[in-house]
């Protein structure tokens, strides 16, 4: 279920932290039962029958599930059930501090050396160890690449570490205050100063409002050794912890591991309880107008909240939170109509209800609007929402719900056994933390066939009516802007709609899938194999070419792609911007037979679905199916490509959301990026970077139609279909539809005059400004380096780019403590003559941005002059090579990378035979030179990009008039 904007920035905050996953993506209760048990001992519900639940003699608890995708590989979770809600006033921040204090030395880990140990062992900084804080729960996150002694016994050592062997040193702390306060500025922006606010509002009398896991800067600034001491030794407890392992693994032979390492770890003296979150009193109706010019959008929301009904999980739980989900994407899919209409006051509106943290049931509807609109925004979604709950919900929008939930977990059910073990490890640990039972796809898809007999219209209503039985009514306007009658005008227009009578909704026949005939099935006139590579290629009579990869990597899924077209290389400069708009309304254009919103109803129940890219070289229509559903998909594809509905409505709803796209563009280091930096780096060309608003607001349909219309019907056409699927009924089914389109063009344009830029000319310095309110600036330097015409330059240039960023964590995280996460890469163009660059960036202060791109120049000149040791570039090598073993079992870079669009360019296909043989040879020798040669200091472009204040603005405020 989708969130409202308040609830969604917090969760962003959290950055994916909460993983609870269901297959309906919607966040879910969180019961905490007796930190010694497990939750499924006060449930009804059985736990997968997979996974080995235990505890040590000292009472340590674990999960162990036996799982072999990846082959040879592991994740390791280390759960804690302390968060920021265990945190005093004076202490908020603490736990997310104290988790960044893991790395940064132990009993048996020197400070400084955690990341090089791992990187010895093939694990890269960040995307094999990392970790997460949220409310009430810290998680320490390995992935092993494999499963010798060495690398568990390690990894078991540094949880056991983190667990009660953590040095906290005073200066190591000092060191790291820096990047927690980086860290805070980058987080910081007006959603999440508004999501704040939201809870404030809703929340008044919780500990909630005033626990942000980053929290303080006052506080952050303050903590010393002694105060981290006093909260690690409280908090991170054995009743608290459990040890996650999702792998391909032997059971016994982990837990005599855990036994050796854990076992001697002492049980705690005394059990804390969990901290009072505090009340939730009745409070009527309630209004509030919160303003910051900087916010990406104008919000107008009708919430609620209680007391959860449920205090544990179990079938009756559930079943209630399925039919709550039930109506919130009924309600959904009613706004999305809405917002398809002409002069619709809203660009898009969704409602949400689930319960938070065991303490709190929300439900809530919110309609993103420009400033001006939300005036007639708020009564619209008052009474869709009265709609529901005074007349609830159609038999036929009911069983579309039905119909999409039961394919989705029986496509879950097909596809469990190729789940990659990182997402199980991240579930388990999530579901374990939550005080849920943790249940296989099998177990729920039981459970779904049991419930939907009883998933009545009649049973949605009345959970539906459930949550909102309560008188309050909190309503809320967030906008950049708002005159003194604002507040009063929340309350007159909400009062004033919930006057007005509501009638049932009315459903519309929608009849059948209007393309499924072709005509007369393409005949194969080439078949062979592909060298090297495992792959089929076949030519088609009508000159379409198709590129086929049998894989076991994801069990009953099917990825398909199309490219056709020259896509930037043949935009014109008085059509800048077109590629936006196109990308932006293709797919919602429909089809000439369908509306976009009648065929999510039609297709309701199938694993299909497509979208439309603008590649600099082509475009692209994608999609990903199973074989029971290819037929279908591939329908859908070859309609799009043969009656695409070019619909005014999708230009008209783009259009509206434009101010909201381009909010952040104009007040964000991100923004100006994507805008002004990437234009600047490629010499103003007028494909690169974003346009102004009003230029791209000046496309039209008429023109998506013009260039986009020969493409579709005439030019040369590219297939590729990886996955698991019969290789013969695949090229029937492609045979029958694409196969029997008009012939095709053999050839594209190679437009060699569109390949060609005029760079800038190093060295220069450039500022960008933006404006905000917000200490946020943005350095990058880079230095020109090649395109990818000679792939095994361009190879060994990632691993410089690898070096350097690694450099950089050394030298400004770590040493400074000026940046979070500042990260380096090289990016060669495949598409445009010389073109790319090996590019550093960081986020800092802008007091320190001057500082911080002399610093990047002198890494680079460091590199260039002094070098770098073999023993630093085999360090950083080995998390590569085993990078690339998981690649080679990675469909979607199987599709994209090698096989689509592999006719016009063949050479996709050498740089996939030589890379897995290409990297394991590499030598430093190869490498060195290439600092020296691209890294000089009068090769670098420095770009500043600063913010500066917003004229005559002022602080975030609050009005309420309660």
């Given at each position: 279920?989708?969130?409202?904007?308040v609830l969604?920035n917090?969760l962003?905050?959290?950055a994916a932290?909460?993983a609870?996953?269901?297959l309906?993506?919607a966040p879910?209760?969180i019961?905490?039962?007796?930190a010694?048990t497990?939750?499924?001992?006060a449930?009804?519900?059985e736990p997968a029958p997979?996974?080995?639940?235990?505890q040590l003699d000292?009472?340590?608890?674990?999960a162990?599930?036996?799982?072999q995708?990846p082959?040879?590989?592991?994740?390791?979770r280390?759960?804690v059930?302390?968060?920021?809600?265990m945190?005093?006033d004076?202490q908020?921040?603490?736990?997310?501090?104290?988790?960044?204090m893991?790395f940064?030395g132990?009993?048996?880990?020197?400070?400084?050396?955690?990341?090089?140990?791992?990187?010895?062992?093939?694990?890269?900084?960040?995307?094999?160890t990392n970790a997460?804080t949220t409310?009430d729960?810290t998680?320490y996150?390995f992935?092993?690449?494999?499963?010798n002694?060495?690398?568990?016994?390690t990894?078991?050592?540094a949880?056991?570490?983190?667990?009660d062997?953590?040095?906290l040193?005073q200066?190591?702390?000092?060191?790291?205050r820096?990047?927690?306060l980086?860290?805070?500025?980058?987080?910081?922006?007006?959603?999440?100063r508004a999501a704040i606010?939201?809870?404030q509002?809703?929340?008044?009398f919780?500990?909630?409002?005033d626990r942000?896991?980053i929290?303080?800067?006052?506080e952050?600034?303050?903590?010393t050794?002694?105060?981290m001491?006093?909260?690690?030794n409280?908090?991170?407890?054995?009743?608290?912890?459990?040890?996650?392992a999702?792998?391909d693994?032997d059971?016994q032979?982990?837990e005599?591991?855990l036994?050796d390492h854990?076992?001697?770890?002492?049980?705690?003296?005394q059990t804390?309880?969990?901290p009072?979150?505090?009340?939730?009193?009745?409070?009527?109706e309630?209004?509030?107008?919160y303003?910051?010019?900087e916010l990406t959008a104008?919000?107008?929301?009708?919430s609620?909240?209680?007391?959860?009904?449920y205090?544990?999980?179990?079938e009756?739980?559930?079943?209630?939170?399925?039919?709550?989900d039930a109506?919130?994407?009924m309600?959904?899919r009613?706004?999305?109509?809405?917002a398809?209409?002409?002069?619709a006051?809203?660009?898009s509106a969704?409602?949400?209800?689930?319960?938070?943290?065991h303490?709190?049931e929300f439900?809530?509807?919110?309609?993103?609007?420009s400033?001006d609109?939300?005036?007639?925004?708020?009564?619209v979604?008052?009474q869709?929402?009265?709609r529901?709950l005074e007349h609830?919900?159609?038999a036929s929008e009911?069983q579309?719900?039905?119909?999409?939930?039961?394919?989705g977990?029986e496509?879950a059910?097909a596809q469990a056994?190729?789940?990659?073990s990182?997402?199980l490890?991240?579930?388990?640990?999530?579901?374990i933390?939550a005080g849920?039972v943790f249940r296989?796809p099998?177990?729920?898809?039981?459970?779904?066939e049991a419930d939907k007999?009883?998933?009545?219209p009649d049973?949605?209503?009345k959970?539906?009516r459930?949550v909102?039985a309560?008188?309050?009514?909190?309503?809320?306007?967030?906008t950049?802007?708002a005159d003194?009658?604002?507040?009063l005008?929340?309350r007159t227009?909400?009062?004033?709609s919930r006057d007005q009578?509501v009638?049932?909704?009315?459903?519309e026949d929608?009849?059948?899938f209007?393309y499924t005939?072709?005509?007369?099935?393409?005949k194969?006139v080439t078949?062979e194999?592909?060298e090297?590579?495992d792959?089929?290629r076949?030519?088609?009579?009508?000159?379409?070419v198709l590129y086929?990869k049998q894989?076991?990597f994801e069990?009953?899924?099917v990825r398909?792609g199309a490219?056709f077209?020259?896509g930037?290389?043949?935009l014109?400069?008085e059509w800048?911007?077109?590629?936006?708009?196109?990308?932006?309304?293709?797919?919602?254009?429909g089809l000439?037979a369908h509306s976009?919103?009648?065929?999510?109803?039609?297709?309701?129940?199938?694993?299909?679905?497509?979208?439309?890219?603008?590649g600099?070289?082509g475009?692209t229509?994608?999609g990903v199916?199973t074989?029971?559903?290819?037929q279908l998909?591939?329908?859908?594809?070859a309609a799009y490509l043969?009656h695409?509905?070019?619909?005014?409505?999708?230009a008209?709803?783009f259009?509206?959301?434009?101010?909201?796209?381009?909010?952040p563009?104009l007040?964000s280091?991100d923004?100006?990026?994507?805008?002004?930096?990437?234009?600047f780096?490629a010499?103003?060309?007028f494909?690169f970077?974003?346009p102004?608003m009003?230029t791209v607001?000046s496309?039209?349909?008429d023109?998506?139609k013009?260039?986009?219309?020969?493409?579709?019907s005439?030019s040369k056409?590219?297939?590729a279909?990886v996955?698991?699927f019969?290789?013969?009924?695949?090229?029937?089914?492609?045979?029958k539809?694409?196969?029997?389109?008009?012939?095709r063009?053999?050839?594209?344009p190679?437009?060699?005059?569109a390949?060609?830029l005029?760079?800038p000319e190093?060295?220069?310095s450039?500022?960008?400004?933006f404006?905000s309110?917000?200490?946020?600036?943005?350095?990058?330097?880079?230095?020109p380096t090649?395109?990818?015409s000679?792939?095994?330059l361009?190879?060994r240039?990632?691993?410089?780019a690898?070096?350097?960023?690694?450099?950089?964590?050394?030298?400004i995280r770590e040493?400074t403590?000026?940046?979070?996460s500042?990260?380096?890469?090289n990016?060669?163009?495949?598409?445009y003559v010389d073109?790319?660059?090996l590019?550093?960036?960081?986020?800092?202060?802008?007091d320190h941005?001057?500082?911080?791109a002399d610093l990047?120049v002198e890494i680079g000149?460091n590199l260039?002059?002094?070098g770098?040791?073999?023993d630093?570039?085999?360090?950083?090598?080995?998390?590569?090579l085993?990078?690339?073993?998981?690649?080679?079992?990675n469909n979607?870079?199987?599709?994209?990378r090698?096989?689509?669009?592999?006719?016009?360019?063949?050479?996709?296909?050498?740089w996939?035979?030589?890379?897995f043989?290409d990297?394991p040879s590499?030598?430093?020798d190869e490498?060195l030179?290439?600092?020296e040669q691209?890294?000089?200091?009068?090769?670098?472009?420095?770009m500043i990009i600063e913010?500066i204040p917003l004229e005559?603005?002022e602080?975030?405020?609050e009005a309420?008039a309660?």
């Amino acid at each position: 279920m989708r969130r409202s904007v308040v609830l969604q920035n917090l969760l962003r905050l959290w950055a994916a932290l909460l993983a609870v996953a269901t297959l309906q993506g919607a966040p879910q209760s969180i019961y905490k039962s007796d930190a010694a048990t497990w939750p499924q001992e006060a449930s009804d519900l059985e736990p997968a029958p997979d996974v080995v639940f235990g505890q040590l003699d000292n009472g340590l608890r674990y999960a162990i599930l036996p799982h072999q995708e990846p082959p040879g590989r592991m994740s390791l979770r280390l759960l804690v059930e302390s968060g920021s809600l265990m945190e005093t006033d004076a202490q908020q921040g603490i736990a997310h501090f104290l988790e960044h204090m893991a790395f940064n030395g132990s009993e048996h880990i020197e400070p400084g050396k955690l990341v090089e140990i791992f990187q010895r062992l093939g694990m890269g900084f960040g995307a094999d160890t990392n970790a997460h804080t949220t409310f009430d729960e810290t998680v320490y996150k390995f992935e092993l690449p494999d499963l010798n002694d060495k690398t568990l016994d390690t990894a078991l050592m540094a949880l056991r570490d983190y667990a009660d062997g953590l040095l906290l040193l005073q200066d190591e702390i000092d060191r790291e205050r820096g990047v927690i306060l980086s860290e805070m500025r980058d987080r910081d922006n007006a959603d999440y100063r508004a999501a704040i606010d939201g809870f404030q509002f809703s929340l008044p009398f919780s500990l909630i409002p005033d626990r942000m896991p980053i929290g303080t800067q006052q506080e952050v600034g303050a903590v010393t050794a002694e105060d981290m001491h006093a909260f690690y030794n409280q908090w991170y407890t054995l009743d608290r912890m459990v040890v996650v392992a999702v792998g391909d693994v032997d059971p016994q032979r982990l837990e005599k591991a855990l036994a050796d390492h854990f076992g001697s770890m002492q049980k705690p003296t005394q059990t804390l309880p969990d901290p009072d979150m505090g009340e939730i009193l009745p409070r009527g109706e309630g209004y509030s107008v919160y303003t910051d010019p900087e916010l990406t959008a104008t919000e107008v929301s009708i919430s609620t909240a209680r007391r959860p009904v449920y205090d544990t999980d179990s079938e009756d739980a559930r079943f209630h939170q399925l039919a709550i989900d039930a109506a919130n994407v009924m309600l959904d899919r009613r706004l999305e109509k809405i917002a398809k209409q002409e002069d619709a006051p809203f660009t898009s509106a969704h409602s949400y209800g689930y319960t938070m943290l065991h303490f709190v049931e929300f439900a809530g509807i919110y309609a993103r609007t420009s400033p001006d609109k939300w005036r007639d925004a708020l009564p619209v979604i008052d009474q869709e929402l009265r709609r529901t709950l005074e007349h609830g919900f159609t038999a036929s929008e009911l069983q579309t719900f039905i119909a999409n939930y039961q394919n989705g977990l029986e496509t879950a059910v097909a596809q469990a056994a190729s789940r990659q073990s990182r997402a199980l490890a991240n579930e388990l640990t999530a579901t374990i933390s939550a005080g849920k039972v943790f249940r296989d796809p099998a177990q729920e898809l039981n459970q779904f066939e049991a419930d939907k007999e009883r998933l009545t219209p009649d049973a949605v209503l009345k959970a539906w009516r459930s949550v909102w039985a309560n008188d309050d009514r909190l309503v809320r306007l967030e906008t950049q802007e708002a005159d003194d009658q604002a507040a009063l005008d929340l309350r007159t227009l909400y009062r004033d709609s919930r006057d007005q009578q509501v009638e049932p909704y009315q459903d519309e026949d929608l009849g059948e899938f209007a393309y499924t005939e072709w005509g007369q099935p393409g005949k194969i006139v080439t078949q062979e194999p592909v060298e090297g590579l495992d792959a089929t290629r076949v030519v088609f009579d009508n000159n379409v070419v198709l590129y086929l990869k049998q894989t076991d990597f994801e069990q009953n899924k099917v990825r398909i792609g199309a490219k056709f077209g020259r896509g930037m290389l043949s935009l014109k400069p008085e059509w800048e911007g077109l590629n936006m708009f196109a990308e932006a309304t293709f797919i919602q254009g429909g089809l000439e037979a369908h509306s976009a919103d009648d065929l999510e109803r039609l297709l309701a129940g199938h694993n299909v679905g497509t979208s439309f890219g603008v590649g600099e070289d082509g475009f692209t229509l994608d999609g990903v199916t199973t074989m029971e559903d290819l037929q279908l998909q591939l329908d859908l594809m070859a309609a799009y490509l043969t009656h695409p509905g070019y619909r005014d409505e999708a230009a008209r709803r783009f259009r509206q959301s434009l101010p909201q796209i381009y909010q952040p563009v104009l007040h964000s280091a991100d923004g100006v990026t994507a805008q002004k930096v990437q234009s600047f780096l490629a010499g103003g060309d007028f494909r690169f970077g974003i346009p102004p608003m009003e230029t791209v607001e000046s496309r039209s349909i008429d023109e998506v139609k013009q260039w986009l219309g020969p493409a579709l019907s005439q030019s040369k056409l590219e297939l590729a279909v990886v996955g698991d699927f019969d290789e013969q009924q695949v090229i029937d089914a492609i045979a029958k539809t694409f196969g029997a389109l008009p012939k095709r063009q053999t050839k594209l344009p190679e437009m060699p005059e569109a390949r060609q830029l005029d760079e800038p000319e190093p060295p220069q310095s450039e500022l960008f400004e933006f404006t905000s309110q917000l200490p946020k600036a943005r350095v990058i330097v880079a230095w020109p380096t090649v395109d990818m015409s000679d792939i095994f330059l361009v190879r060994r240039l990632s691993m410089l780019a690898e070096i350097f960023d690694d450099r950089m964590r050394v030298k400004i995280r770590e040493a400074t403590g000026q940046a979070y996460s500042p990260y380096a890469y090289n990016l060669s163009s495949e598409v445009y003559v010389d073109h790319g660059y090996l590019r550093a960036v960081v986020d800092c202060a802008p007091d320190h941005a001057e500082k911080i791109a002399d610093l990047l120049v002198e890494i680079g000149d460091n590199l260039a002059h002094e070098g770098f040791t073999d023993d630093e570039f085999q360090r950083l090598l080995l998390p590569r090579l085993k990078a690339l073993e998981q690649q080679q079992r990675n469909n979607p870079y199987w599709l994209a990378r090698v096989l689509l669009g592999a006719d016009s360019h063949p050479e996709q296909l050498e740089w996939s035979r030589t890379l897995f043989e290409d990297y394991p040879s590499m030598k430093v020798d190869e490498v060195l030179p290439l600092a020296e040669q691209y890294l000089d200091p009068d090769r670098a472009l420095r770009m500043i990009i600063e913010p500066i204040p917003l004229e005559g603005s002022e602080t975030p405020a609050e009005a309420d008039a309660e």
